[in-house]
T-cell receptor
Framework: QKEVEQDPGPLSVPEGAIVSLNCTYS??????FMWYRQYSRKGPELLMY????GNKEDGRFTAQVDKSSKYISLFIRDSQPSDSATYLC???????????FGTGTQLKVEL | GAVVSQHPSWVICKSGTSVKIECRSL??????MFWYRQFPKQSLMLMAT?????????EQGVEKDKFLINHASLTLSTLTVTSAHPEDSSFYIC???????????FGPGTRLTVL
């Protein structure tokens, strides 16, 4: 079993839809949770960074962490074609430790 | 803020030659830099972790003599692929962190093609 599980998709939604992306994990030591967006042939771009459980909102993006269920989510409201990319969840136990990534979910927002 | 650059963005070389890729943190001091490779439609695979002024720590299965890493300063790390072969063709991405921060900031990546 992988430490971090993420549905690879592809996920196709119409423009304006609310998108829900999720990851589950098995390592209870993970404390820091991140979502990255990666366009084709580009490096990952940090979208959201969350410590421990709770919600964090930034514009159209909301990140949720439920440590009791070992489950994290990223919601995208009013999705746009420019949101079409691969979304990677990542997490670490802290102290500058290396990140553990999900496999990434490919999202396509269609006109 | 937190901008990381890589050079070159793409490179084509002949089999048997060596290729150097640079990773720079432009607006912060990177105490730790990471090197990843990524195959098409796959996630990032960590190759090594480098700290300024010390030897890199390589992940299991990564040949340290083939992938030479030098973290010469707080803003520069280099990855040299020695005696490159076609199977080394991949997308190489670096990232950087500052202090004990857990957030990694990624460079734009370097696409290496070995003929």
């Amino acid at each position: 079993q992988k430490e971090v599980e993420q549905d690879p998709g592809p996920l196709s939604v119409p423009e304006g839809a609310i998108v829900s992306l999720n990851c589950t994990y098995s390592n209870s030591a993970f404390q820091y949770f991140m979502w990255y967006r990666q366009y084709s042939r580009k490096g990952p771009e940090l979208l959201m960074y969350t410590y421990s459980s709770g919600n964090k909102e930034d514009g159209r993006f909301t990140a949720q962490v439920d440590k009791s269920s070992k489950y994290i989510s990223l919601f995208i409201r009013d999705s746009q074609p420019s949101d079409s990319a691969t979304y990677l969840c990542a997490m670490s136990s802290g102290g500058g430790n290396k990140l553990t990534f999900g496999t990434g979910t490919q999202l396509k927002v269609e006109l | 803020g937190a901008v990381v650059s890589q050079h070159p963005s793409w490179v084509i070389c002949k089999s048997g030659t060596s290729v150097k890729i640079e990773c720079r943190s432009l607006d912060f001091q990177a105490t730790t830099m990471f090197w990843y490779r990524q195959f098409p439609k796959q996630s990032l695979m960590l190759m090594a972790t480098s700290n300024e002024g010390s030897k890199a720590t390589y992940e299991q299965g990564v040949e340290k003599d083939k992938f030479l890493i030098n973290h010469a300063s707080l803003t520069l790390s280099t990855l040299t692929v020695t005696s490159a072969h076609p199977e080394d063709s991949s997308f190489y991405i670096c990232s950087a962190t500052s202090g004990t921060a857990d957030t990694q900031y990624f460079g734009p990546g370097t696409r290496l093609t070995v003929l």
